[in-house]
């Protein structure tokens, strides 16, 4: 497990109790003993108004391929959550270093780094 990677995963929901199965970005290894890492949720729901933490991921974009996205898909770098790592049900894809380099800008500006 590495940052960059895209993985199913249960993901917590924001306004309900529960999880739901979705692919989600690892933004770190695993962390700790227990262990746990960071993700940020990706949605096929494409926002009307893409905020500015929002990368649009289209797999049908050779920089996307890696992904194995099945289609156009928004990760929304806002909402992130840190999970056990046993909830990673699986391996899907990766993002190119192009890609990982526009996500660390795009966190850097949203975490005020």
Avoid: C, W
């Avoid at 924001?14 to 890492?37: A, H, N």
């Avoid at 991921?57 to 046993?86: D, M, Q, V, W, Y």
């Avoid at 899907?92 to 660390?104: C, E, H, K, P």
């Amino acid at each position: 497990m590495h940052p960059g990677e895209i993985f199913l995963a249960q993901f917590p929901f924001g306004d309900v109790p529960g999880m739901k199965l979705r692919p989600v970005l690892l933004l770190t290894g695993p962390i700790g003993s227990i262990p746990e890492v960071l993700v940020a949720y990706i949605s096929s729901v494409i926002p009307t108004q893409p905020l500015l933490s929002d990368l649009i991921l289209n797999p049908g974009e050779p920089e996307f391929r890696s992904t194995h996205l099945k289609t156009i898909s928004a990760l929304r770098l806002h909402k992130l959550a840190t999970i056990h790592s046993s909830s990673l049900a699986r391996y899907l894809g990766v993002v190119d270093a192009f890609t990982q380099r526009t996500i660390d800008e795009k966190l850097k500006d949203l975490l005020k780094l």
